[in-house]
């Protein structure tokens, strides 16, 4: 948040520099993270915001008064630039700018395995993503978190690698075709390995 420290991330491995703050006034900054937010995770709130920006306290909720107060702050100051949505019955807040994608926006068919870095799965608000608390405590654990298995927008299932073997859990029944996909997806991973298999894991998936 003082911007004396550059953190670079690619995919793989972290790197920090110690660097020296940028002279311009933190303002228009600050006004551009939330931007940026917002442009990444979509519709969210300001309480998200303070999560999500990693300058505040770590887990979703904890954030005290005032870090949430100075969130709020930032919204307000882009009131001009924000829309109100609805989203299962909550008040958030979109980009006015990004207002005609939403509305044109239409459901993708596609199967992938997430890494479990990616931005889509770095949203505050885990209870949206995954209804159930139980699958939210697979995906993620207090320990190294799995990637995420996800089937036309919806996540199904988690997945792990060890060399060329990877184990998918899924939390329901898969179409033949959404297996098929998956093992596709392995298939064409860029890793050195001799072979490459899926192993299923189902354990207490309904039937």
Do not use: Y
Not at 140 to 167: D, Y
């Amino acid at each position: 948040m003082t911007g004396a420290v550059r953190i670079e991330w690619d995919g793989a491995t972290t790197s920090w520099w110690l660097v020296e703050p940028p002279a311009e006034a933190p303002e228009r900054p600050r006004l551009e993270l939330a931007r940026r937010f917002l442009r990444s995770v979509g519709l969210s709130t300001a309480k998200e915001f303070a999560w999500w920006s990693g300058g505040w306290a770590g887990s979703f909720g904890a954030s005290t008064r005032g870090e949430l107060s100075d969130a709020q702050h930032t919204f307000r100051s882009l009131e001009k630039e924000l829309i109100e949505v609805e989203v299962e019955g909550r008040k958030r807040w979109a980009l006015r700018t990004d207002r005609s994608r939403l509305e044109r926006a239409a459901p993708v068919d596609t199967v992938r395995l997430l890494p479990a870095g990616d931005p889509f799965l770095a949203s505050a608000d885990r209870g949206l993503l995954v209804p159930q608390p139980r699958f939210r405590s697979e995906l993620w654990p207090k320990s190294v978190w799995p990637g995420a298995l996800l089937v036309n927008g919806e996540l199904v299932g988690t997945w792990r690698r060890q060399l060329g073997r990877v184990t998918v859990r899924a939390w329901r029944p898969l179409e033949p075709e959404v297996t098929e996909a998956v093992e596709d997806e392995v298939s064409s991973m860029p890793i050195e390995s001799a072979t490459k298999e899926v192993c299923w894991s189902t354990g207490d998936v309904p039937r």
